[in-house]
């Protein structure tokens, strides 16, 4: 078998481990919390990084008038069968279509990444601004706007008397790498077929 199609192979089947480790992992640190509250965000559900850690963060959001991080979203529905889907696609592709199927694949795989990406954001922004009026306690920008409290959707950021840190973690990495792997996989069967 051509080197190019184990590696598409590999490809396809690396976004797979974001059934088994997280994609990405909000932590909020503040003097009041000595162990710092966070989340991790699977591709099917929210986690506690400690426990309790998402009830503190509900309990605590509610006083600025947020909503509750759901039980479930309905990406939790939808995300999972894309990837087994694009799994099943890319090794269909592995092992039957030529080297340029690989690009198509790594062009599909990207769409599909930076669709959720833009997803997540929009849910941050919604989480963060979408504020109960009638919250307990409210807070202004300087301008006199009401303040949103959306975490950074990348990096850090400080709310408050808190400090939000967003970053991905091993899931996405793999995610990432399935990704790359089936544009090296292009261009080892380009190469493969011009030398043939």
Known sequence: MKKSRIIMALAALLPLLLFVFPLWKITLEAPQYPTPLGMYIHINDFADANPHDIKNINLMN??????????????FKIFP???????IIGLIIAFKANHKWFLYWFIMMVLVSTAGLIDFYLWEHEYGHDLDPRAIMKFTNPDGSVMGFQPPFFGTKNILNFTAHSYPRLGAYFLGLGIALGLVAYYLGRKQTLKA
């Open 62 to 75: 509610h006083y600025v008038g947020m909503k509750y991080i759901p039980d479930a979203i309905p990406e």
């Open 81 to 87: 069968i894309g990837i087994v889907i694009t799994t």
